[in-house]
């Protein structure tokens, strides 16, 4: 006997398994690849970090230690020429010293100005009134323009009024044709040298007190006054320089500043800022950076640190999740997919054994039956052989067994011709009351016991329907009801009527009933009913379903009982198309 498996045998049982075991490693073994390339990734971002890094830390203490060397020196020279490049930052007490930031709140020397033209400084800038009032006189004769700068020298302001007013006397100069070259030179830049002090210019006020500005401020001062200085000659590129570079150091980060020792906040720090800029740009010009790249010096003048931000290893490293993810998927995919057509090749090898099974059995009980009616003929005709003088009913009981034998051959040349779609219906009216009479002078189920047979069907009932098929579906219900009946004799009641113009035929036995068996189960092809002592093909109804499918009805079990079974068939009219054999495919 052959080992089976999960209702299966063992051969294909064991080379789905193996096959489907390979592919489970085989997707394993390619998401630990995955895996693989993700950390190599991830792992080589880092170390193109810490690489670059390492190297502009270098570059850095080494360019520390060389500015530290001059460190004082250059801070004097830039606290005292405002207009020199900053290329250091100097931070005291917590307040950026170099390079000079605008951090004021309020454009007040926009406002001075606007109400200098309105003529309202009185109410708004009191304090401003006797420079303003020299201011207007200053383009008159020199005397009123020393009077002018001496007042300057003598007397502090704010900042905004002091710039607003000397803006304002500049401009009034030059429209009263008071101003050259050289003057301008001294008012806007160089200054100009009193007996007792030394008025500073414009621009210089300007950018040595920015710390008291607001960047409005400066923006209004620069685009106001640059252009009437070029007009003389003035130089105004390094103003606006300085200006720039103010606006880019406020906009860094704190962490951009080294410290001496100490927290900014709370020390002199020291910043090297044109290399900061000078790397970033020729990192980006190289490629090694993008341009949203960030340089951040830190740790400490001791052992300055760079450190570098960029959205591009962070991009690299979401990229290499989600190539992961999407490969990791994919192979789940392949997974779930080869698990689904393991599943389904196991059902589908179980359906075939079963159905290699039904077919053995088939087989078997076709012998049987088979056997069965060719041995009684055999034994019948030798007796007629050795007692000719005697035949009694002999002739009659070979005759009845022969069509018995024979019906088993037409049920299942039937089947197959059913089952293989062999069949196309040739429809034609038929009188059911026909059908009563050639059901009742049908031999084959009397062939197993005898059956009394009770015809209750109107006189002018007709339907329309293939009648070798209806005959055939008949034949199956009577011989079923011979042979699982238990009496000596079988009632059978054959009735027939008309709903919804749709007709029923009706077959009724009296024997033991279907007992628990599932009524729709027993319609199955090669399925029997639970009478082990009793032999068959399990054809009969399967074929009656055929029947009744292919003229578009249906055939259930409408009562079942320790008393009798009734079936019951329809058929629609005519006027309802039949089914096409594929269709009936589909039902069955």
């Known amino acids: ?37 993700r950390r190599e990734t991830l792992a080589q971002i880092p170390l193109t970090r810490d690489a670059l890094e390492r190297e502009l830390s270098d570059e850095l203490r080494a360019v520390v230690a060389e500015r530290m060397a001059t460190y004082d020196e250059t801070v004097k020279a830039e606290l005292q020429d405002p207009f020199a490049p900053v290329t250091v930052s100097l931070v005291e007490n917590g307040e950026v010293v170099l390079p000079r930031v605008p951090r004021g709140d309020d454009a007040d020397v926009e406002r001075v100005m606007i109400a200098i033209d309105g003529g309202h400084v009185a109410e708004q800038y009191p304090e401003a009134n006797e420079r303003l009032a020299l201011a207007r006189a200053a383009p008159s004769s020199a005397a009123a323009r020393d009077a002018w700068l001496d007042h300057r020298c003598h007397f502090m302001l704010g900042v905004a009024v002091d710039l607003g007013t000397t803006l304002f006397a500049i401009e009034q100069l030059d429209k009263a044709g008071r101003l050259d070259p050289a003057g301008a030179r001294a008012l806007f830049r160089d200054g100009v040298a009193r007996p007792d002090c030394k008025v500073e210019g414009l621009f210089a006020q300007m950018l040595a007190s920015m710390a008291r500005l607001s960047p409005r401020d400066l923006v209004y001062l620069v685009e106001r006054s640059a252009p009437l200085a070029s007009r003389y000659l003035v130089r105004v590129d390094d103003v606006r320089a300085r200006v720039d570079e103010a606006d880019w150091f406020a906009n860094k980060a704190v962490g951009d500043i080294v410290s001496l020792g100490g927290d900014p906040a709370e020390s002199r720090a020291l910043i090297v800022t044109d290399w900061l800029r000078m790397r970033e740009s020729a990192l980006y010009a190289s490629g090694r950076i993008t341009a949203d790249a960030q340089l951040r010096a830190d740790g400490g003048l001791k052992k300055p640190h760079v450190a570098v931000a960029t959205r591009a290893w962070d991009e690299a490293r979401e990229l290499a999740w989600r190539r992961f993810v999407v490969k990791a998927v994919g192979i789940a995919f392949v997974g779930v997919l080869a698990t689904i057509v393991f599943v389904l090749a196991i059902v589908l090898q179980r359906r075939r054994t079963a159905y290699i099974e039904l077919r053995g059995q088939l087989l078997r009980a076709v012998t049987h039956e088979l056997k069965t009616p060719l041995a009684s003929i055999s034994a019948l005709a030798q007796t007629l052989e050795l007692r000719p003088d005697n035949p009694r009913d002999y002739p009659t009981r070979i005759v009845t067994t022969a069509e018995r034998m024979s019906f088993l051959i037409d049920n299942i040349l039937s089947f197959a011709r059913l089952e293989g779609d062999a069949w196309r219906p040739r429809p034609e009216r038929i009188a059911v009351a026909d059908l009563a009479r050639w059901l009742a002078g049908d031999p084959v189920a009397r062939a197993v016991r005898p059956v009394d047979l009770v015809v209750s069907v109107p006189a002018d009932l007709t339907l329309t329907a293939d009648p070798d098929l209806v005959r055939l579906m008949l034949s199956n219900l009577l011989d079923n009801a011979a042979k699982y009946a238990t009496a000596e004799r079988v009632r059978v009641t054959f009735s027939a009527e008309m709903h919804n113009q749709v007709v029923h035929l009706m077959v009724r036995d009296d024997g033991p009933g279907l007992g628990d068996r599932d009524p729709a189960r027993l319609f199955d092809a090669f399925t029997r009913g639970d009478a ?44 309802t198309p039949m089914l096409a054999p594929e269709r009936v495919q589909e039902i069955v």
């Open 1 to 37: 006997m052959k080992r089976r498996v999960a209702g299966m045998p063992l051969v294909p049982f064991v080379a789905l398994t193996v096959g489907f075991v390979l592919l489970l490693l085989g997707s394993r073994f390619l998401l630990v690849l995955a895996d693989d390339e």
């Open 532 to 575: 082990k002592e009793v032999r068959g093909t399990g054809l009969g109804l399967s074929i009656c379903r055929w029947v009744v499918a292919l003229h578009g009805g249906d055939i259930r079990v409408a009562q079942t009982s320790t008393s009798g079974t009734t079936f019951v068939a329809t058929f629609p009219t005519p006027r």
